[in-house]
């Protein structure tokens, strides 16, 4: 059994709705359980991530980088840091802001890093970007061009329930897909 863990912080909804997508995804590999855990639940059970094959993290980017709740449990793993847990288990990550930019690339990067200094494996998106074409439409998966995790948008003013939009969504839980079939090679 290989087993992923998603865990995120979600200030507004939208990040949990990519979260729900990343483990949809990551569900669909055969011989995968998921455990979902938003940011302050995971630093109440370390165990579920000890256990993980594959930790994939989440975080809604707020002025250009991961928020301060997310932070706080990044802060919190430095004992397991310090051990190195979770070396060489697989990592990944997602990101949502309102802007299309957003300075989301900057959020990716902070979660490889942490993931790096953990000794984690990190698996980006292997997805063409999409919509960047006069024939490309905001339908496309990888709409926003990420390849080091999946990338989100979702308008300040509308609800979880209605953003991201489905091709965000199908972009993260292809991310999830393909982390849990990475990792069911590396660690089955």
């Not at 998106?125 to 999409?130: I, K, V, W």
């Not at 061009?145 to 609800?159: E, K, P, W």
């Amino acid at each position: 059994m290989t087993k992923v863990a998603v865990v995120y912080h979600s200030g507004y909804g939208h990040t949990e709705a990519q979260a729900k997508a990343v483990a949809r995804g990551a569900e669909k590999v055969s011989g995968t359980e998921v455990v979902l855990l938003n940011a302050e639940d995971a630093q109440k059970n370390w165990d579920a991530l000890n256990t993980a094959d594959a930790i994939i993290f989440g975080s809604p980017t707020y002025m250009g980088s991961a928020s301060a709740q997310f932070k706080a449990f990044m802060d919190a793993s430095s004992s397991i840091w310090y051990g190195r847990g979770w070396k060489d288990k697989v990592a990944a990550g997602f990101t949502t802001s309102a802007s299309q930019s957003g300075d989301k690339l900057n959020t990716i990067v902070q979660l490889t890093i942490f993931a790096a200094q953990h000794g984690m494996i990190w698996v980006g998106n292997d997805l063409l970007p999409g919509n960047n074409s006069s024939t490309g439409s905001v339908n496309d998966l990888n709409r926003l061009g990420g390849f080091l995790g999946a990338l989100a948008q979702a308008n300040n003013d509308q609800a979880a329930d209605v953003a991201p939009i489905n091709s965000d969504l199908l972009t993260a839980e292809h991310l999830g897909e393909r982390v849990a079939t990475i990792t069911k090679k590396i660690h089955g």
